[in-house]
């Protein structure tokens, strides 16, 4: 069992030409908490969450996660480190020519799982996400809700220890977005870490969990219990690992 | 896409196989030609006696290239032609024919180069006049040089062609699946994985292209060959039996899974980094 999920210190990402995406980041996650990163649009939500599955490598600092250096990982590594994660995003992310079913098989399906093991996990995913009834159903046929609740079940298939997802609500309506929000604080409640980035205010304000907000690529905020608001200024001390 | 970019591998490597296989024929056809080509008659001058012909039958035989030197005395020579037409040498009081040299050599291609250095009279002062299959073996040596180069050229631009072709399919294939692509590199699947169905599909357009290719070739090149045998030339001897179609389906293949393995390579190479 990993203590710390996420440990950053330091970390900046830097673009060619000298675009700062992230400037000198500090963030510790414990292993089970759930987290929102909050802040406007083009703040480096994602691309703080792209560090974290290593879609991104930091140009300064450290990044660990999931027990993985991902400053120093190795290429060749990199999808097994993914292996222990699970990622949802705004536009779901599902294969269109795939069922429901099909699409979170396709998980387990990559990374070498017996059709058994398949079968096992699927169900229990569909479950978890209360999607039992459609699996059958092709992306195009189920609402955008029922959706992302197909892509949050394909991201906790292969049972990672932590759930990253990128704006989840992004495409849906406020209720619905709550049902999702719901579904996810479940999923935390079962023991995975989750990390949310997003800018809806009223889902980060129903849960009153973890917040760290970022502005223009810095964390100016991180309460450990805290409600959505933009800042502009950056906090005196964020809550890093000890 | 998939049945257009077949068509096309298909077409390119029709026309690739084709020129290499005429290459092939042509250089076949050339090394089976009548003895005639082979061969070089040297004529002695007629004022040398048969110790001196002896001297040069066994300096010719020591030439690279010479299979045989068959001496044939004037008075055979003299013989041979009275019995040929005997209204010709009934005018004449003797025997006005030299000793000569008939030349057997291993390859036509190299008698222009023996004959023209027997002709020399620094090497060879007793040789007085010598004659070779002269100019048509060399049109069509010059012939089959020039479908060398070609289709050789032609094959190799068309080989380079078929490889864009291959890696452009491939990469419209990775784009087109750029999304279920990117899925698996998130959910963790490893390059292999993701490179092998698109390695095999290039593998597949290059051997299916060039199975259909060999086929279209066989066909043609039998179609050919019978009509070719239908002309009777005394230049020409029959054209060889096509005794190598297996060879010639293997080779395009091969050449064919290598094209297609290498241009989805360089493509998955290039484009799935962009992903």
């Known amino acids: 069992m990993i203590e710390t999920m996420i440990e950053i210190k330091g970390a900046s990402l830097e673009y060619e030409g000298g675009v700062a995406a992230l400037k000198n980041v500090d963030l510790c996650v414990e292993s089970g908490e759930f987290v929102f990163i909050v802040g406007p649009t083009g703040a480096g939500k994602s691309t703080l969450l792209k560090l974290l599955y290593r879609g991104e490598k930091a140009t300064s600092g450290t990044v660990r996660v999931a027990g993985s250096d991902l400053s120093s990982i190795h290429p060749r590594d990199i999808p097994q480190?993914?292996?222990?994660?699970?990622?949802?995003f705004q536009d779901y992310g599902l294969l269109p020519s795939k069922t429901v079913w099909e699409n979170i098989a396709f998980a387990p399906r990559v990374t070498g799982a017996t059709r058994s093991e398949t079968r096992r996990r699927v169900h229990d995913a569909l479950e978890m996400v209360g999607m039992t009834h459609r699996p059958d159903a092709f992306p195009a046929q189920i609402s955008g809700g029922e959706q992302q609740r197909v892509a949050i079940a394909r991201a906790l298939v292969n049972e990672p220890p932590m759930l990253i997802a990128d704006e989840p609500t992004g495409n849906l309506d406020p209720d619905t977005s709550l049902g999702i929000v719901q579904l996810l604080n479940y999923i935390n409640s079962r023991g995975t870490t989750v990390i949310v980035a997003t800018h809806d205010a009223p889902i980060v304000d129903s849960l009153q969990r973890r917040v760290v907000a970022v502005v223009a690529g810095e964390v100016v905020r991180d309460d450990a219990q805290g409600n959505y608001r933009v800042e502009t200024a950056v906090v005196e001390e964020p809550l890093t690992c000890v | 896409?998939?049945?257009?970019?077949?068509?096309?591998?298909?077409?390119?490597?029709?026309v690739l196989?084709?020129?290499?296989w005429s290459v092939y024929r042509i250089n076949e056809f050339a090394q089976q030609q009548p003895q005639t080509f082979n061969e070089i008659d040297v004529f002695l001058r007629p004022d040398l006696n048969r110790d001196n012909a002896t001297d040069v039958e066994s300096r010719l035989a020591k030439l690279p290239d010479v299979l045989s030197v068959h001496l044939i005395p004037r008075e055979?020579?003299?013989?041979?032609l009275t019995a040929q037409d005997p209204t010709l040498t009934v005018a004449m009081p003797d025997d006005p024919l030299p000793d000569a040299f008939h030349i057997d050599t291993a390859d036509a291609r190299n008698v222009q180069r023996l004959a023209v250095l027997i002709k020399d009279r620094t090497l060879y002062p007793e040789v007085e006049r010598v004659t070779d299959a002269g100019s048509e073996v060399r049109i069509m040596l010059a012939f089959a040089r020039l479908v060398k180069v070609i289709g050789g050229s032609a094959a190799a631009g068309l080989f380079v062609a078929t490889l864009f072709i291959v890696y452009?399919?491939?990469?419209?294939?990775?784009?087109a699946r750029r999304r279920e692509i990117r899925i698996m590199q998130l959910v963790g699947a490893t390059p292999w994985f993701i490179r092998l169905p698109l390695l095999l599909e290039g593998l597949f357009h290059g051997v299916a292209g060039a199975g259909i290719a060999g086929f279209i070739i066989l066909l043609f090149a039998r179609q050919l060959t019978l009509f070719v045998n239908q002309i009777h030339s005394p230049l020409i001897g029959?054209?060889?039996s096509q005794a190598t179609p297996l060879k010639m389906m293997a080779s395009l293949v091969v050449t064919g899974a290598f094209v297609g393995l290498t241009g989805s390579f360089l493509s998955i190479r290039r484009y799935l980094r962009q992903i």
Do not use: E, Y
């Open chain 2, 76 to 80: 055979q020579a003299w013989k041979d």
């Open chain 2, 168 to 175: 452009n399919t491939i990469r419209l294939t990775v784009f």
């Open chain 2, 238 to 240: 029959d054209v060889p």
């Open chain 2, 1 to 14: 896409m998939s049945i257009a970019a077949l068509g096309t591998v298909t077409v390119t490597l029709t």
């Open chain 2, 17 to 20: 196989g084709a020129s290499l």
């Open chain 1, 81 to 88: 480190f993914r292996r222990r994660l699970g990622i949802v």
